[in-house]
């Protein structure tokens, strides 16, 4: 990585030339050296079917290029022009109620008809082949927050898919049959093309069918990026990427597995600061050792003509900005620079305003810009340091959350809260996928993935034996592969390794059934699983309730290490103060070391080079704090010597500490 | 009644022979001695259209009788195979918003349509023919849950039928225009087949319209329960019965008229256990002199995929059996003996898992199996005693109610708050439907029956002469059989007859009107009647609000009786204190002894013998309490006398007193 | 105006030959001389396609008149006989989901069909030719509430109509195009035939699309009334009105230009009587110079089938009357006489029950006969006040605000809330519409307008020069005709005449911005404009938030008047009182005279006569209260001496002073 990006989205064909050309001017001024464009000016270049021009696109990357301002392509699948589905009602993107959406949104195309896969595959090709190799052309972004507005599509293209799929995945009918389970309520099918979609019925759907239906349409669209990027591959060195989010219908690590980098979107409001953090240590790891981009965020505040966001204090923007940076972001871009005069996000905020003036967030802008080059030097000369602790992530449990969900799981919501507790502890951390390498963590916390895949057991239980602790729960392991219950135990194949027998399951939540451990009480919630330890030792104990002096916190060792089931979330302040405890315990006995002291709302972000440590230490929270600093450093914006102890931190301020390397560390 | 039942459902399909084995065996042990079975597995026994093999059912129902389990069979009608509705769409059922709705699911299917019932009949008569005289096939349940997940279908099946149920109800559409006052809107009919299903419109349909598409659909339900029962009467002479609700879209008193038995599901949590004796009291009068039965609830919570319920307190469930055995069940029966391991109910309690250990709720099954052994001789050997008082009930009530809800009535809610008033005042009572004798009744409570028949007026006038008291209203009488105002008086034909004049209707919410009654003042709420005693006194004055000083509660003397008219429902601690100083005071004048004084909570179920009068006392709320004994008895599970006055009861405690016979009673 | 009519909606259809002779003759008793007919009787007048027959109406309208009781006389085009749409569907209405409404209820023809309008044509030609010239028929009502249950058509034939629209507007599709921004999410259009109706989509409209769908909706509903008011012409000569309502989907401006008469329809309870004055403060601006009609108001109250309102104290309904009376109407009617005995409107308040006694307001109804007998003549003998100042209305504005909605913001609220202001001043105003002329006064307020007309701007800037002030905002002039924002300056063309530069535009709320003006600090709120004053001066000053020390709120003089900006909402009860301190201030500033001090809730109307001046006072919240009266005057009830000073007016009570005029004045 040589320079840190600062960037935002730019939109050249809705506005005329000398507008344009004072955009340009503007962005340079204002230090912006990125913009991304294109996503969705497909009827711009292709206004009939088949009537291809990009070379307005190749003038104005030139132009930015003249001006000192890269650019990242993208592929403007998001929107096909009115040509693609005027008179092709069956072309459109069909809800789960079964109405199909029209034209003049985002996303109304099914991304499965082959009619769109062969367009897009056109109009990408003309794109790559005419512009893949323009100076400036830094990389591609494919289509535009896949699945954003829309989940799984129930047309009749669809159908067909799904049917190919489960017979791909299940060979024969009476196999789906059997690991679904569908002699219950008289399901059972006789032949693949009877299996519905999950549309409108009296009741509830088969779990394992809807489930199914979702992890179909996750790989269709990974799928399509594949087929996408092999396109631009053929024309372009630039490396590809999409941007994402936790927050949509996408299996993120399938998709960036295929990508050359991960980017994301995120809008969280400052008072969620948390939510921005955990997408900085998410995303870093889909594509490990390369950085990642904040690809849209906004200066000052989303909007729509249907709702509008709060803006950022100031002084926020550029916390955000050093954060990314210091977490492993190589860009940081705005959605966007000028106002949308028209369509729907007109209230949007933005650089500049839709009469070419500074816009609310300008000032701020300019403040991540003098923080970008302040940092820039000490970023590109080093690499986020390995964290020491893991929590797993998977978009596939997300699905599975989303069938049984009864009726209040979130599981976004979920993650958030599990991410927040390490947040606290200040223990370094990365959120990784399923199939993510587990070298170099000690401790690993696997809450809310309802199946557990025989390869994640395997490695989860290699990296045990080595000495690694491993978290597992809530609501972890206790479903199988297609969503059915185990029926050899309530754990399946994981339990007899875990020196426990799950006795029962139920919602804790309304029984006043309290846990105890750690020193603490609190109450317990969610669907939860109650042991009886046979080899373990009981952690955290079942007080009141239907069962009570049984466990929901046991631990087991075994090699090296440690399996720790938790069976249930402690709830509330006590709760999470719960959790905090066991989270800093077991990273004690992990010898996890890798943990600064702050106070709430302060964090490090630790980075190394060759030399020395860097703690990169920010205000997220805007009202100031504290870190203690181990040892004794040197201040790299101000070349001061930094002492020892506690080191004093304003509202949105940031630091940067360096630290003499440690040989005995890593 | 020989012996008292304690069952579970059961699904051998869903399991191998082994499992099913050691299941039979288990359930020995535990004390379950009935199963259900059958309910949903048409696809098991018709894989294929007219493949029908019901053999697997007959061994497994042979395995139980020789192991000491009966078997309750049921009819697979609720779900249909797949070859039923694929390339059948026309099959399916449609809602309110002209949506059909799929397989997948339970109760897809149309109940109307011709196919069903034809593809109905060959199925239950192959199970009839083939099953019906196995030893330890004790009884029959039709399909499941009618019209638990549904309520009116709107398919063009149900449009022909509609139009012929309306030819035969008003022969021409001249009548139907008339009492439906269809000049209103302009919605005049000339012909049957113009007359609309209630679907989506600008605004409200016509009043009557739609209560008679309400009161079409349950019929349509109960003669398909006809047809199907005529079915199994030729081949078997096990008792069928239907597991009903009040929560489901049928006519209980229709449906089961024409059944052996009646038979309720309830999942009602510890906390609503008045919800649960309602059904009891409401059940036992369904089919008079003829136990019921619970064919449903669970052992501990219940839960789907999309929702997951509280589990019962430790104890609650034991008293749950006892008080159905008391109150005059036969069958005491869980959902579910083995959890799902698959489908979408998986969360649900059960008394086993789906990986073959005892369930949450084993030990309070163990309980509830040992207090069923410990009263079965004491009840066996007696019957309900005959309550005074009587609350009428009426699910075709509740269709007027759903029609003309004013955006906020509840039937289901109406009715448990007057039923838990009279439980309150400790008198024993009976929930009855409309049809139902008075014989033996001394005051008769109707409230929430907007359309009184001028049969039930006749019967209740003769109650009254009789020396029986009438409690009518609120919201009784004030509506015409075709669901229309009556233009004679405001109670229509009933009002001359009770000395009072209906002077205004209307809502008394927001009103600021209090009533004064019995000593006490209380908001007065809900769409009320408001009265001028004309030769009635007035029991009853209004307070404040548009019409003070006029009547909300009246009573005329008639022959030895009195009619009462009851034009509001008083709300609050203090009108739900007025409304039991009313039912106390009329129970006083109508000479009702039957009444038991118990702290709030416990409950005393009578019942008798030829020697003796039995009391079965059950702590219901988990907070123990009293009774107070009217004299002397024997504790009849001890054998000990138990003195005159209080009797402690202990958390979710049962007691059974009995008292040697009085001659005066009855 | 010769004299004052008090009515009730009648259904003379609906009931026997000898309930209309009783009712008849019981209006007359009550003092109900007029009434309104028909509106929903097509069906009893044309059964059968093309058999028409009108006669029975004739005859209901002799009685009537025989009996004192005059006729506003309807076309019964709001519900079409069932032989309009039984076999074409193609006929009905279509909601936004796509879904056809169908018979039964009200609105459920689309009035775009060519089918409907030649219907309606023929059925309207029939009523005016046979009954236009009847005695006693002194006006028209077209048709009944337009789009009050429905908004807009998404049927066939509203696209094919929706495209001519767009043609007539825009002349080629380029234009359409440039004007909505239509590359924006690849929109573009090759043709009309493919600008797509508002209906489903992934994500959210173009705003330019979903406006001018509102727009293209009112006009052909105002379209209609014109073609039906030209038929009517042809045969009758008395005037014709509509129903319409601030809560409905028409322009009413644009109804009402081409109709004779304005009438409204209102059901506000008793505790929302601003909302009750705010209707006549409006719709006496309608049609200037000409009163208008309270069309519709309950007796009691509001109620359906699927709602029951609250009834109104006693004593408010004469209130009401009276101040109706004042501000401007000839006609106060209620809906309806006689209670619907079926249908769905049973429970809704009415003069005498379905069974023919009295309903619930009637003695209030006598109350108002008895106020209405005592106004009448010095009413009659006067008209009212030219108003001072002026707040405009729109229903167009209306339409932006629902594309544009930030998903809050109802317009109908926000209205009603800068009215409150002006009516807790005191000052005497009028609601008008865009294209009023401003003659006459002194201040306008234009709150919520995003678009302001180039022929507006005009007209307030020559109000402007010749000494008056102008208050923009909030939420007004911020985008242009085709809902886009402007791309010259905040507020386009206005603003370089504003003196003010329109820096940012944000949503205050959330932010902790407060502003400060006119001694108070109140927190603000809604999508705002934030200024810097370049020639103006700041009034209000923002504290706090992303932009403190910026400025709200402006003032700028232009030649003998101001143009005062106001940029966002002051919210809570210091946000109210600094509004109305901003309305006195600025009444002051404009000389605005005609503002009468008054408790809350008690109200003057202010007429006036060539001789005097006349304060029609009354307490409108039912606690009283009193009026300075600023010199002495006579008391035009009691002939007495009404001396200057606090004249103190009890629960509802109305009193009418009389002042000589000043020649001074006006």
Redesign the interface.
Known sequence: MNKLYHGAAF?P??WSGEVVREDIRRMAETGINVVRIGE?????IE??EGHIDVSPLAGVIRQLYEAGVETILCT?TA?????YT?GHPERL?V?A????????????ACTNHPAFREKAAVITERLAQELGRLPGVIGWQLDNEFKA??SECMCAVCRRLWHEWLYRRYGNVERLNEL???????????VFD?V?Q????????????QTMYRLFSMEKIAEFAVEQTAIIRRHSAAPVTHNGSVAFHIDNERLYRHLDFASFDTYASAAHYAAYLLNCDLYRNFKPGRPFWIMETSP??A????????????GYLAAEAVAAYALGAEGFCYWLWR?????????H?SVV?????P??GYPNVLEAEQARQAIEPAITGSRPAQAEVAISYSDRAKAFLA?????KLRHRGLVSGAYERVLRTGMHRDLIPEGASLEGYKLLWTPFIPYLSSDLIARALAFVERGGIWIVGPLTGIRTE?H???????LGELESLTGTE??????M???GTVGSAFGLEAPLSL?SSVYEPVEAKSIGTLIG???PGLSFLTEMKRGQGRIVLLGSLPAGDEGNEMLERMLIHYGKVANVTRRAETTIGTIVAPRESETEELWVIVNMNGEGGSVTLPREGIDKLSGERAAAGRLEVGRYEYRMIGFPSVSSRK
């Not at 969705?40 to 711009?44: E, G």
């Not at 999950?198 to 069918?209: A, E």
């Open positions: 939109y064909e809705l969705f000016l497909w009827s711009t206004p009939e403007p929107t096909p022009p009115i040509w005027h993107f809800n109620e079964g109405t199909p959406l029209g034209h003049g949104s985002r996303q109304h507005h829309v679904w389970g569908t002699r219950i309520w008289s399901e059972s099918y006789n009877q519905p999950p549309g409108p019925t009296p009741f509830l759907h088969n779990s394992s069918m000052s505040h909007g729509s003509i249907a709702s509008s966001g709060t803006p950022h204090p100031n106002q949308q005069r028209a369509g729907s996000e007109q209230p905020g305003s839709a009469w070419g003036k816009g609310l069938t049984e969900s009864h009726g297609e059915t219950v185990p029926v050899d135990a309530g799950t006795v029962f399951t139920y919602a939540d309304g029984t669907w309730g239907p069962s």
